[in-house]
């Protein structure tokens, strides 16, 4: 297979806010970003290969993200710039500990506009793991194409990757959400869920509850991220916990993603079904070092750790 990770879903610009003009007027850094480019963007970085498939538009943070992904090495086979839509764009503000608060311009943005014919299935089929996140559920026709191309992964037993990265902003209500977010559930052979989306994808407060839902519903490992107090993961078999690295958190832009992207990157090389207890616990502090090296800096795709950087930390 050519392909480590090939991920579908939003490509958009974060223009996160850095401070304040000589006026007095916030001023905002331009930042490319979307959960599955800063999931790849990560995998770029430990030296993996990846591809995109989603919608830009035909315009200046289109291109410049069309440029960003083809400075990673990230294949742009799948990229779709579409000139009657406009590029997404999410305005991020922080407050003192680093947390994101959001704002998007998305009506529609091109994210959402996808077509299940302008897919690149061939980059799925040459892939070890598909990934998606809910960003393309929210709105149609991405939803459709989303689902053809998992549906797709399946036939050709590709491992399906699902990260739902709830944004209440995006979904008309919560009971809509639940029911989206569930969706796609049955069809996944990994998980990644934060502590906060528990209850929303399993009806679970507790993440070792919430996994074992979703671990009944087909699921083959979930992991589950508890912020400051590290990661967990869950099979049927077995649960490994390894705890969060000690950072300065400056901006906790794509730490999930990073987090996220370290363990595909694992998998990918070493396979699923080598998972074991001990091995589990060296795979989560890989990708807890990973994302607590990524909010050291602001940023997602640009804040992404090397490989150099994590071997500095491990004493390799």
């Given at each position: ?70 400075n990673l090495a990230i ?93 209440a902003a995006l979904w ?45 519903k087909g699921v083959r ?96």
């Open positions: 297979m050519k392909y480590d990770v090939t991920a579908l879903g939003e490509a958009l610009i974060d223009f996160a806010a850095v401070g304040k003009s000589e006026s007095g007027a916030t001023l905002f850094e331009q930042n490319p970003g979307g959960a599955p480019l800063n999931v790849l963007a990560a995998i770029d970085r430990l030296c993996g290969s990846t591809a995109f498939i989603g919608k830009v538009g035909d315009d200046l943070q289109g291109r410049f993200i069309q440029e960003v992904m083809g294949d742009t086979a799948g990229l779709v710039l579409d000139p009657a839509y406009t590029t997404t764009m999410t305005f991020v503000s922080l407050d003192g500990d680093g947390e994101r608060h959001f704002s998007f311009a998305r009506k529609p943005g091109a994210d959402t506009q996808l077509k299940k014919e302008e897919v690149n299935f061939d980059l799925i089929r040459n892939s070890k793991i598909f990934h998606f996140g809910s960003l393309s559920l929210t709105d149609e026709p991405a939803r459709e194409a989303t689902m053809c191309a998992v549906d797709e992964a399946r036939k050709a037993g590709v491992l399906v990757s699902y990260d739902p990265n709830y944004r008309p209500d919560v009971e809509t959400a639940k029911k989206q977010l569930r969706d796609p559930v049955t069809k996944v052979d990994i998980m990644k869920i934060s502590e906060e989306e528990c209850e929303l994808l399993t009806g679970e407060t507790q993440p070792e509850a919430a996994a074992a839902v979703l671990l009944a490992c979930v992991f589950v991220t508890l912020g400051a107090d590290g990661a967990m993961l869950k099979t049927k078999d077995f649960s490994a916990f390894a705890p969060a690295m000690n950072v300065y958190a400056v901006d906790t832009t794509g730490a999930g993603d990073a987090f996220w992207g370290a363990i595909l990157y694992q998998i990918a090389n070493q396979g699923l079904d080598s998972l074991n207890p001990e091995n589990s616990k060296r795979i989560l502090r890989f990708a807890n070092i990973v994302g607590g090296l990524c909010v050291e800096k602001r940023g997602g795709v640009s804040s992404m750790p090397s490989i150099t950087d994590i071997q500095d930390v491990l004493g390799w």
